[in-house]
């Protein structure tokens, strides 16, 4: 039978091992090479004990699956044959398949939904635009919140996808930098995770402006220019036992705001932390936990 947990005592380990990742973070720090392998093992045996005392079973055989699966996620490079993708067209032809199932977007798009549910407007008999709508994810959160969609993408194989999932709703291929659409005609307009794709991004932003009613709501969402550090980067998206890549651009609010500030209202900003990807992923990065992943920002059109 297990033991009974006190409360007391979790808690007297918890700021024990609290203690010692500080002291490791410390040594990592100063460089001190003595001292880091001493405290680590300090931190490791005090999170072992915790895990003891809280009746936590074949907690060895989790920890080796969760370095496996950071490992994994680490090195791709090295599990899988990486491709570089000439367009974007082409790598979400190659990924297409698992682009909603994989592990690692998976748990991205949670995490947007997650911040993006609750500053939605309200969408009954609106009319939306969802600019590089993909496979019609969050079109379908859209529709079945009342909306008229039409979504676009310049992935033919992502809109055959999203047209066989929605039924009551419009798929265009079409590219965000030049939309065929007047001036002035949707209540919401939406964009996630496709302006970092695109060097020339903030031609696509005074598009999305432009098609905006005048007090009409946009959203953009996507990765927030701290990863990588403001520089562009190649993003790598897992496919069948392949992984292809393709050229990520930073974006930051202050981008944004200089394209959007003088036609719109900038209602609210939201940077969601590395922490709660690395978290849910079960693996630990001290760099970048507390950097900036994503960005969602919430604009009226005056």
Not at 122 to 132: H, S
Not at 170 to 181: Q, S
Request: proline share 2%; glycine share 4%; with cysteine.
């Amino acid at each position: 039978m297990n033991k009974k947990i006190k409360v007391s005592d979790v808690s007297n380990l918890i700021s024990t091992c609290k203690e010692q990742i500080k002291f490791l973070e410390n040594s990592i720090r100063n460089k001190n090479k003595k001292y880091i392998e001493k405290n680590l093992i300090n931190a490791a045996t005090a999170l072992k004990i915790l895990s003891s005392n809280m009746n936590i079973t074949d907690f060895d055989e989790k920890i080796k699956e969760n370095v496996e699966n950071w490992w994994a996620l680490r090195t791709n490079k090295k599990i899988y044959e990486t491709i570089k993708s000439k367009s974007i067209e082409e790598l979400y032809r190659n990924i297409v398949d698992v682009y909603e199932t994989e592990k690692t977007r998976k748990v991205l798009f949670e995490i947007e939904e997650k911040y993006l549910l609750p500053i939605l407007p309200n969408l009954k008999n609106k009319n939306v635009l969802d600019v590089g709508c993909g496979t019609g994810r969050c079109a379908n959160i859209f529709v079945k919140k009342g909306a008229g969609i039409i979504g676009i993408d310049t992935s033919r194989e992502m809109i055959e996808i999203a047209k066989r999932k929605i039924k009551n709703a419009k798929f265009k291929i079409m590219d965000a930098r030049k939309l065929d659409f007047p001036d002035n005609c949707f209540d919401f307009v939406f964009s996630s995770l496709m302006l970092s794709h695109l060097r020339d991004w903030k031609k696509s932003v005074k598009e999305i402006i432009r098609v905006a009613k005048k007090d009409g709501c946009i959203i953009i969402s996507d990765i927030h220019g701290a990863v990588g550090g403001g520089k562009t980067r190649s993003m790598k998206f897992l496919g069948n036992e392949k992984v292809f890549s393709i050229n990520q651009y930073p974006i930051f609010p202050s981008d944004i705001l200089s394209v959007a500030k003088d036609k719109c209202q900038i209602i609210d900003i939201i940077e969601i932390r590395s922490s709660e990807f690395q978290n849910k992923m079960g693996y630990f990065n001290n760099e970048t936990y507390y950097q900036p992943t994503l960005l969602i920002m919430k604009l009226i059109k005056r």
